[in-house]
């Protein structure tokens, strides 16, 4: 779980609202897409913000994401600018704020740029239940694409995706202006236009059109959407028949996207945002939720057409639990429960899940577990069906080959977790050799990738023996969580190497290195502490770019916190110099240099972590621990942070003096090569 400050940092719309739905903090997405200044937000109802046709979604979505530990996802419209509003699909689940110790709710706008069919998806269903047609314009393209509604306005456009200049032909020409001056009206909404059209081999249609404007996703592409009614009292047998065709027809596209975006599925979450959008519209289910297993027991999500309190008990369930939806799973085999007693019959125990206990002549539930051959399933996903449906024997065909698909895109999404081995061995080779036999010094490091296994690190450590004698000990975070990150990493530690033959001071070599980054414009920043320590007598200078501050543990078993003289971030503000500090490290003590995923975290604030990863070190020295030991040890409070960053260590413990000057013949000197790199 990520920290308050960073689930708001994205570009997409963000917030965090309590459970009863006041707005805690957004981002400046959010406060734009909603329309107000962000201090005019702030402890307001989330739903009072949204205009009145989505206020009573918003307000069902949260409350959804407040009642249980599922996440929920919902198709809604932001205001937008111009009064254009934009169609976001937005997801809301539980997060915990550790600076309150209370749990929020947080909503944000995901990213469906690959995915904007599923934005269309309510639309559709809307103008279905109104018995209206409906179509969607690209003035880019000049193309009118149907997207499904009413089966006899169907039948009148046989074609899903017609050029305008074809419409336009099929109308009469003494209506043309005013189809042409729909779709280049500047209001977000249209009032209803009347058109008199004549589709092939049939008599003269009086429809009657209205168009909006609306924006697919944040940052998306702007269409123009028709809502068609036809108001022609006679209704021929060939057009039912039309209607026919075109539902069979709508509904294989429908199935068509849907195996095509679980093919090409890249995420989890994209996975998930497939299945959910999809599932319930495709297979005209009231429902659906998403089971995916992890490390043996059930993560669940719902489409929110399944109320958070019904599937909460589900969530966190154990795969050997007595009851239908994990013995889905562990068997591979689909269930059909048509009838309560059937059920109880079969899984006495499984009652906990409410809308079980309602099944009965009107209701049904269909389980399909999400395959592979010759594989373990790893999930499924459960739809539910209204009064008077039941699927056919087809459709829990076609649902299950879906499943396979869903299934083996899965597969293949978690397999890409290998990738963790790669960049743990690439980050390794980018991180230097610590230098041996510093007479006087102890110099130990550690670090640890990524807890999600799947990015490479910004993370680095260096030291490394001045041509004066002092030992120069660097340790920073360079933005980012990918092979770009782990370059740039190397890059600045690099670079600070090169410049430190000429530069003597910890602050000047910073001023210098940040002067370079800012010249090459990297679109990346990093963050950094340099120390040169004298081993003779233990004087330490310091200075810091925005990195955590240093600990420094005594024998007694005490700690400090030294917070240096810290500018910005390197490779931000052009012009900048960073300040000194300079204090000495007695014999028998250590300072100890961390990133701040050792410290920092959604479980932990800095200062707290700070105290606990000090008092571990502490301890160390006062039960007489080596550096090494001592790394170990302030490693552990990593594991208390439940941060998914990965994470750097560099102990440098003062013992007492014992001069080798033939050592010193030994070490790699400034401008020789690192072999590590």
Known sequence: MAASDELLRGADPAALLTLDGVIRSLNAAMATALGKPAEECRGRDFGDLWPASQRMSAESLVAHAARGKAVAMRVLEFPGRGGVPVASLIEAQQVKDPARDEHLVWVHAL?????????????RLATEAADVGLWMYSSHEHQLEWLGG????????PDPTTSLSTVISAVHPDDREALQQLLRS??????????RYLPQHEGWHQLAVQTRRIQLGYGGPERIFGMVRDDTKQEKRKEKAQAALTAERQRAKDIADFSSALITAATEQELKQIALTRLAATFGATGALLALV???????????????WEVDVLHGLPLDHPSALPEAIRTGKPQLILDGKDYIHRWPHGTEFPRLGQLGSDYAVSITPLSEAGNQPLGAWLVTYGIGYRPSLDEMTLMGTLADLAGQALRRIRLQQARVELATALQTTMLPTLPEHLAGLEVAARYRPSQDGLDIGGDWYDAFVMPDGKVAMEIGDAQGHDVDAAAFMGQVRLSMRAIAAQERGPGSLLTRTNELLTTMDPARFASCTMLHIDPDDGQVTGASAGHVPLLYAHKDGSHDIVKLPSGPVLGVVPTMDYAEETFTLDEDSALIMVTDGVVEGPSLTLEAGLERAGTLAGAALHDGLDAEATADRVLEAAVAVDHV?????????????KVDQSAFSELPLQGEDDRAD
């Not at 992890?294 to 958070?308: F, K």
């Open 111 to 123: 990213d469906t740029r690959n995915d904007l069919t599923s934005l269309l998806i309510p639309f």
């Open 150 to 157: 009413a089966p006899t306005l169907a039948a009148l456009f």
């Open 186 to 195: 500047t209001p977000a909404q249209s009032s209803w236009v009347r058109l």
């Open 294 to 308: 992890d490390e043996g027991r059930l993560r669940v999500s719902t489409d929110a057409g399944i109320a958070m």
């Open 645 to 657: 960053d990965d994470v750097a260590v560099l102990v440098i413990r003062r013992g007492e003096r």
